[in-house]
């Protein structure tokens, strides 16, 4: 009876030990490619990082506004003084000595200036009058700033989705391979044992066998490597999603090829609509103009209001509190700076330039991304047509010499051909439907879809 309670203790800890030290899956789902990518629009971490930028730039846009209002200053000070300044004065005073006569004496008297201790309250008001755009200019840029981040944002969900959906269909594809290479592993067992059985009975050499042995031992790791293919995509697929790596994916969806009809032209017009690029080189063009601007301002003469009240003890000479207020404006004007506003000219007017060669750069390249893309289509498309063919073709190769090499007609080197033959045309045409497939998506991504 006891040692039935120990092995059932034994039992208990070792499943417990087993469930706590092995990974735990979060929880598991299953995923097509549209909730694939509304979990990376929602969850990808350059996506919310790119958003956050957004924000910033918009909470400077009110920074610089801030430049239109006056500036507030609350103002207390206290100061202890040891040494007073003090004034000597000195007056006659006439001293009656009898009825008719008297007699001056000069008396001295010491008056101290201030007191010990000084405070001083007080509210100043400082007003910008003039700056000679300045402040309207540095606005304008803060609000260009906007428009680059929210088309950044665009670009960065748009490479996030394009980037999920390639992982997705990287993942289908390896799991299309897993099993075609097993399909292919099946068929190449299956035909050892026959080989097997013939050489048995003396049928086929021992050379034959080894032919068909070898050929088992070639399509395993095929196995292997498309299901790492496969596993390494989830992984790619889950950090994209922002998901634990520990989480279980289930993919729903399928390779296939769907035609599409593309009209060059048409595309490259739709992507240089609604591409984020050229709005972001369009406003770095303005926003390098306006930098040009600001820098010029900066020998320009400013005016700048001031007012502000204050209640101070002591008030000059008298020791009592008392307030006042004061207004006026100052006018500053750097009249030379060593050339130094002229040289910041001239390197705004080549930023200028650099901008705006980069703004054709942008366009040329899009142009360019929409051709390659359109040119990858057409190029996977004739493979696919070619190779659903050859895939039949090979289909019934295999099938006529299964049954001619039972029937003692064909060599075993003729089978393992036929099986070979398959294998690379279900290869084949798995991998031109994944091309089609991935540029379908460099397309989508070329022309700004997500």
């Not at 087993?18 to 509304?38: G, H, Q």
């Not at 031992?217 to 095929?222: D, F, H, Q, R, Y």
């Not at 942008?362 to 390659?372: H, L, S, Y």
Request: hydrophobic share 40%.
């Amino acid at each position: 009876m006891q040692s039935k309670h120990g092995i059932a203790a034994v039992t208990f800890f070792a499943v417990l030990y087993i469930t706590v030290s092995s990974p735990v899956l979060l929880y598991s789902a299953v995923y097509n490619l549209d909730y694939i990518k509304k979990v990376t629009l929602e969850n990808n971490r350059a996506v919310l990082s790119s958003k956050k930028k957004v924000d910033t730039a918009k909470s400077k846009v009110h920074e610089a506004a801030a430049g239109y209002l006056p500036v507030v200053s609350a103002l207390a000070k206290y100061q202890y003084t040891s040494l007073i300044p003090e004034m000597n004065v000195s007056f006659p005073v006439t001293i009656p000595t009898g009825p008719t006569t008297s007699i001056t004496k000069t008396i001295d008297n010491s008056i101290k200036i201030g007191d010990d201790d000084n405070w001083m309250l007080g509210v100043a008001v400082q007003q910008n009058i003039f700056s000679w755009n300045r402040v309207r200019n540095a606005y304008s840029a803060a609000k260009n700033a906007v428009v680059t981040t929210e088309s950044e944002y665009i670009k960065t969900c748009n490479d996030a989705v394009n980037d999920a959906a390639t992982a997705f269909y990287t993942a289908l594809f390896a799991k299309e391979l897993v099993e075609t290479h097993r399909a292919s592993l099946d068929r190449a067992e299956e035909h050892r044992k026959t080989v097997e059985s013939k050489f048995n009975a003396g049928a086929v050499s021992k050379l034959d066998l080894l032919r068909a042995k070898t050929q088992v031992a070639n399509t395993e790791p095929l196995v292997v490597q498309a299901q790492n293919m496969y596993d390494t995509s989830l992984v790619r697929l889950k950090h994209l999603m922002a998901l634990e790596q520990n989480t279980e994916v289930i993919l729903n969806g399928k390779l296939e090829y769907v035609p599409v009809e593309i009209i060059l032209n048409d595309c490259i017009s739709s992507a240089l609509k609604t591409r984020s690029e050229p709005a972001i080189a369009a406003t770095a063009v303005e926003t390098a103009k306006l930098n040009t601007k600001i820098v010029g301002t900066k020998n320009k003469p400013t005016l700048f209001g001031l007012a502000g009240y204050q209640y101070q003890y002591p008030f000059y000479s008298k020791l009592e509190w008392k307030d006042s207020w004061y207004a006026g404006l100052t006018f500053n004007w750097q009249i030379f700076t060593g050339f130094a506003v002229s040289n910041a000219i001239t390197q705004g007017k080549l930023i200028e330039q650099q901008a705006e060669i980069a703004q054709v750069q942008v366009r040329d390249g899009i142009i360019v991304e929409i051709t390659q893309s359109v040119l990858k289509l057409h190029d996977a498309k004739e493979r696919i047509k070619s190779q659903v063919e050859n895939v039949a073709l090979a289909e019934e190769m295999l099938k006529i010499a299964n049954i001619s090499f039972s029937n003692g007609c064909v060599t075993n080197q003729e089978v393992l051909d036929a099986q070979m033959a398959l294998t690379l045309a279900g290869t084949n045409y798995l991998q031109a439907v994944y091309d089609y497939t991935l540029a379908r998506i460099a397309l989508d991504k070329a022309m700004g879809k997500y």
